[in-house]
Nanobody
Framework: EVQLQASGGGLVQAGGSLRLSCAAS????????IGWFRQAPGKEREGVSC????????YYADSVKGRFTISSDNAKNTMYLQMNSLKPEDTAVYYC???????????????????WGKGTLVTVSS
């Protein structure tokens, strides 16, 4: 059974940093694409970043490019999202996810079974 558990959210001032972690079980990282989504109040969930299963390349949404870094420790089946220079507009519930297949270029569509973890709330104060 695929399970994902995100942690590391919290309250931080604008300009600060947080590192989110996602502990995964029930699958091998290399066989799935793994990534982060977020949903801000009143907005649709959006893809933030992912690691492509095809070649290990990374994708970042334009809104976080240069500030966020995704990484994984395959030995620990854990994925991370280092978030620097946080802005109030980064406030959202962050979800880690995995797809047995792939996401579209901007992570809008999942080509395969998508699995979700419970979210972790990130609040950035101005």
């Amino acid at each position: 059974e695929v399970q994902l558990q995100a942690s590391g959210g919290g309250l931080v001032q604008a300009g600060g940093s947080l590192r989110l972690s996602c502990a995964a079980s029930g699958f091998t990282f290399g066989d799935y694409e793994i990534g982060w989504f977020r949903q801000a109040p009143g907005k649709e969930r959006e893809g933030v970043s992912c690691i492509r299963s095809s070649d290990g390349s990374t994708y970042y949404a334009d809104s976080v490019k240069g500030r966020f870094t995704i990484s994984s420790d395959n030995a620990k089946n854990t994925m991370y999202l280092q978030m620097n220079s946080l802005k109030p507009e980064d406030t959202a519930v962050y979800y880690c996810a995995a797809v047995r297949g792939s996401w579209s270029g901007d992570m809008t569509w999942a080509y395969g079974t998508n699995y979700w973890g419970k979210g972790t709330l990130v609040t950035v104060s101005s």
